[in-house]
Every structure is written in structure tokens, then in C-alpha cells.
């Protein structure tokens, strides 16, 4: 008898009432996810290998969206202004397509340099970055402003955790995590390593588009 009862009751449930069921199941899948995330093995930022992800040396690197000025001297044709594509490249002429994202302007104008000595016998070529892309950077957890934030191309953690309005009373300044989809990457920071010298490693780490930092 009882268990009519309670099938009858939930036949009566409204459209209002299985919306609000759905989207309690749906939350509590999100927190399933997010607590299973939280348990992901990662790396001690200043333990990272000089050529991970992330640790580039010093200099700028191209990214995209970037705007180049690249100039082939003693030729107008070969000179001009170049955007990074969505796939990194660029187009120029007589040379056609070419990989320029995640290179500094250096190394690319040395590679545009061997490939247009077919046209001129000693070339000579410079790569100007005339504007940097800014980057959307994920920050969520303990900190004053969670959200969506821009930062410039060469910011580093500090400078996140300043734009989000910095740590709440709850914050682990010892459990900053940043995650990155590709390649997957998980990276600890200590907010003391950060701040104190030989933690240059950490605070010199170069933040990518759609990189995630969560403060626990």
C-alpha cells in the first residue's frame, strides 16, 4: 500500500518539481568532479625540469593573437605586419605559412631568415612583437574576486592573485594550483616560495591561455 502511494506521488510531480530534482542531481555530479579534481597528482613548480611547460627562458614568445613586425632589410615585398592565427601561424609572402607561436622573435627571424635566402643572398631579419595578446586566466577558490580575468603575456601567479583581489581569511596560501588542459599539467605554488628569494622558478612560470588557478 505504501509503495502505490509513493509511486502515485511522484506521478504527480510537476515540471517545476523534476526541474528542480534534475538540477540538484546535476550539482551534486559538479561536486563529485571537482572533489575527485582537487586529489590530482601534480608537480612542485620549483621542481620543474628547465624544458617543461611553462618555464621558457627569459625573453618574450610569441603567442597567439600576437601582432608581428617582421623586417627584411633591403626588401619591402618580404617586410611587413604579420597576426598569429588561432593555429599559430603566419603567412608571408614568397615564403607562404609558417609556425610562429611559442617561438621567441629571435628564433623566428632566424628561421624566416634560411628560408628566403633562396631570394636574397645574405639576409638580414628582425621579428618585433608590436602587440601582445592578453591571456584569459581561470582563478577560483579562497581568493576575494573568483572569475575570468585578462592579464598581460609575461604575468606571473603574483600577478594573478593581485587581480583577483588576493587571498580570503580561509586561503592555504601553501595549496595554489594551476592546471592546464593541454598538455595536461597540474602545478603546486607555495605563496612563500613565490615571495622569497630561489623561488624563481615559481614566480618566473608562464601562465597560458585558459590556464586554470584555484586557491584552496
Given at each position: 500500500?505504501?509503495?502505490r502511494w509513493r509511486n502515485a506521488k511522484a506521478r504527480r510531480l510537476g515540471?517545476?518539481?523534476?526541474?528542480?530534482?534534475?538540477?540538484?542531481?546535476?550539482?551534486?555530479?559538479?561536486?563529485?568532479?571537482?572533489?575527485?579534481?582537487?586529489?590530482?597528482?601534480?608537480?612542485?613548480?620549483?621542481?620543474?625540469?628547465?624544458?617543461?611547460?611553462?618555464?621558457?627562458?627569459?625573453?618574450?614568445?610569441?603567442?597567439?593573437?600576437?601582432?608581428?613586425?617582421?623586417?627584411?632589410?633591403?626588401?619591402a615585398d618580404l617586410s611587413g605586419k604579420a597576426r598569429v592565427r588561432a593555429?599559430?601561424?603566419?603567412?608571408?609572402?614568397?615564403?607562404?605559412?609558417?609556425?610562429?607561436?611559442?617561438?621567441?622573435?629571435?628564433?623566428?627571424?632566424?628561421?624566416?631568415?634560411?628560408?628566403?635566402?633562396?631570394?636574397?643572398?645574405?639576409?638580414?631579419?628582425?621579428?618585433?612583437?608590436?602587440?601582445?595578446?592578453?591571456?584569459?586566466?581561470?582563478?577560483?577558490?579562497?581568493?576575494?574576486?573568483?572569475?575570468?580575468?585578462?592579464?598581460?603575456?609575461?604575468?606571473?601567479?603574483?600577478?594573478?592573485?593581485?587581480?583577483?583581489?588576493?587571498?580570503?581569511?580561509?586561503?592555504?596560501?601553501?595549496?595554489?594550483?594551476?592546471k592546464r588542459q593541454r598538455p595536461p599539467l597540474r602545478v603546486r605554488f607555495?605563496?612563500?616560495?613565490?615571495?622569497?628569494?630561489?623561488?624563481?622558478?615559481?614566480?618566473?612560470?608562464?601562465?597560458?591561455?585558459?590556464?586554470?588557478?584555484?586557491?584552496?
Amino acid at each position: 500500500m505504501r509503495t502505490r502511494w509513493r509511486n502515485a506521488k511522484a506521478r504527480r510531480l510537476g515540471p517545476v518539481q523534476k526541474l528542480a530534482r534534475g538540477a540538484w542531481v546535476l550539482f551534486v555530479g559538479l561536486l563529485l568532479l571537482v572533489g575527485c579534481g582537487a586529489h590530482d597528482p601534480y608537480v612542485w613548480a620549483q621542481s620543474l625540469p628547465p624544458t617543461a611547460p611553462g618555464t621558457a627562458s627569459t625573453g618574450d614568445v610569441i603567442g597567439v593573437g600576437d601582432l608581428l613586425d617582421i623586417r627584411v632589410y633591403g626588401n619591402a615585398d618580404l617586410s611587413g605586419k604579420a597576426r598569429v592565427r588561432a593555429d599559430g601561424r603566419i603567412t608571408l609572402s614568397l615564403v607562404g605559412d609558417i609556425a610562429a607561436a611559442g617561438k621567441t622573435p629571435a628564433a623566428l627571424a632566424q628561421e624566416i631568415q634560411m628560408r628566403v635566402q633562396q631570394y636574397i643572398k645574405v639576409p638580414a631579419v628582425t621579428v618585433g612583437i608590436d602587440e601582445a595578446h592578453t591571456l584569459n586566466i581561470v582563478v577560483l577558490g579562497e581568493v576575494a574576486r573568483p572569475g575570468v580575468i585578462q592579464v598581460p603575456r609575461q604575468a606571473g601567479i603574483l600577478a594573478v592573485l593581485a587581480l583577483a583581489g588576493g587571498f580570503t581569511e580561509n586561503a592555504d596560501r601553501e595549496s595554489i594550483y594551476l592546471k592546464r588542459q593541454r598538455p595536461p599539467l597540474r602545478v603546486r605554488f607555495s605563496y612563500h616560495t613565490l615571495t622569497t628569494l630561489g623561488g624563481e622558478a615559481a614566480a618566473g612560470f608562464r601562465l597560458e591561455n585558459g590556464d586554470v588557478v584555484t586557491v584552496e
